[in-house]
């Protein structure tokens, strides 16, 4: 199976009950944290909402992010403005997912947007993806509303290109290879050691695998550690801010062991809910601490806020199961 067959297959096995994360736009506010100079994480206050950033440098501005609608859009264009004098001239998708890119219809023509060619070129089928996210809006009608038309990226890169913003601050914008898709996006800023890493990288192993399979994953994450040896900070797609070197070598422990257990399970015949059970469920027990400390940033009641993270982390826990068990059943099986 492909693995765009592998992703459509793993929806409509989506068990009755499963809640993944909150995506919609409503009381969605954007609060800023300085990481660098000219590079703003834009942190959504009520997690895990999607994230976003703005770095600027003399001559321009780039957002990293469009969000789920063109108001959305509106919103982080005017925060932009509030935070530089350089106009918005890029608009950069870590991924082709809808709530990191319906929102690109909301940015003028004037804006260059940026992403992999893999991710331009998933973004072909708006009703599906539209489909695809309507799970996560919780009877939120915005997307069928707003939502008409899906603007594509107009400048496209295989690997890694720069944008240079003026007076020293170049963006470095990097695809690793397969991970949560088949071509996130990393945007990196060298002189604030920053990172903004979409649906790649998150805290406390909390991986959104749906389309890669563990180990080249994996691999992708390796050539990111090898290319950023001075990384210091991420900030995710959804999620708290927090260690980078620390979310990724986390990252790769937890599809290491998931790709042994499920390796295991499907060598030893067993069948779905039997490989669940034989799985470890690494968020059992609660959040890694490292999680905990990345969290301890909102300004919200950190039992429910821990408890919330933790009922998604598990959610996505075991669609990674299911997926990786597709990977391998007409492999190992």
Not at 121 to 137: A, F, P
Not at 193 to 207: L, P, Q
Request: net charge negative.
């Amino acid at each position: 199976m492909t693995t765009h067959q592998i992703f459509e297959q793993e929806v409509s096995e989506r068990p009755e009950g499963f809640r993944g994360p909150d995506l919609t736009p409503t009381g969605l506010e954007f609060l800023p944290r300085e990481l660098g100079s000219g590079a703003y994480g834009l942190v959504a206050g009520r997690p895990p909402k999607d994230n976003s950033g703005v770095i600027f440098g003399t001559e321009a501005a780039l957002v990293v992010d469009a969000g789920i609608t063109p108001e959305i859009a509106q919103k982080l264009q005017r925060l932009a403005g509030e935070l530089t004098g350089a106009p918005v001239r890029y608009l950069v998708n870590t991924t082709y997912h809808g709530d990191h890119t319906f929102g690109n219809i909301g940015f003028p023509p004037s804006v260059t947007i940026v992403s992999s060619r893999a991710n331009r070129d998933s973004m072909k089928d708006l009703q599906r993806e539209k489909n695809n996210r309507s799970e996560s809006m919780y009877g939120d009608d915005a997307l069928l509303d707003a939502v008409t038309t899906w603007r594509t990226p107009d400048l496209v890169f295989d690997s890694s290109c720069e944008i240079d913003l003026g007076g020293g601050q170049i963006v470095r914008l990097h695809s690793f290879g397969p991970g949560n898709g088949p071509g996130d996006t990393v945007v990196y800023v060298p002189s604030a050691r920053t990172a903004w890493t979409g649906n790649f990288v998150s805290h406390g192993g909390v991986a959104m695998l749906l389309q890669g399979g563990p180990v080249p994953y994996i691999e992708s994450l390796r050539r990111m550690r090898a290319t950023l040896p001075e990384l210091e900070t991420i900030v995710p797609g959804h999620g708290p801010v927090g260690n980078g070197p620390v979310a990724v070598s986390e990252l790769i422990v937890y599809l290491e062991r998931l790709d042994a257990e499920v390796r295991a399970a499907v060598r030893g015949g067993r069948n779905l809910e039997e490989t669940y059970a034989a799985c470890t469920d690494p968020f059992a027990d609660g959040l890694p601490e490292s999680l905990i400390t990345a969290l301890a940033g909102y300004d919200l009641p950190q039992d429910l806020v821990r408890a919330g993270f933790r009922e998604v982390a598990r959610h996505l826990h075991r669609l990674n199961v299911l997926i990786t068990y597709r990977t391998y059943e007409n492999r190992l099986g």
